[in-house]
């Protein structure tokens, strides 16, 4: 998630006004005035863009993810793989070993 608060004390640290920022990113400063209000969220590409105006790794206009949460998400993604540590694939499957050709490609490299 988008840290408002962050991007704030980053741009006032540098002494950009909304309107300075604005104009690398390509924005009005009015949106830019949204995104530090936290009305509104920018996409992930105008957070790098952001990121990079600000002269800040992406991470640093992120909020942290509590730890408490993180070992929730862990534990619910080793119950649904069924075994501890697994990797998921797309769509919530369980991932296969890569690569894997499936028992009717072997046959048809052995014939």
Do not use: I
């Not at 741009?11 to 995104?35: C, N, S, Y």
């Not at 990797?87 to 028992?103: H, I, K, N, S």
Request: hydrophobic share 50%; net charge positive.
């Amino acid at each position: 998630m988008f840290d408002s608060v962050r991007m704030r004390d980053r741009r006032k640290r540098l002494g950009l006004t909304l309107a300075q920022l604005a104009v690398p990113l390509g924005v009005h400063e009015a949106t830019v005035g949204r995104w530090e209000g936290g009305a509104v969220e920018p996409s992930v590409s105008r957070v790098v863009a952001l990121a990079a105006a600000l002269r800040v790794p992406f991470e640093a206009l992120l909020k942290p993810v509590p730890a408490s949460v993180r070992r929730v998400y862990s534990a619910a993604e080793a119950v649904r793989c069924r075994q501890p540590g697994a990797v998921r694939g797309e769509a919530g499957r369980a991932a296969r070993p890569f690569p894997y050709a499936g028992a009717a490609a072997v046959r048809q490299v052995a014939a």
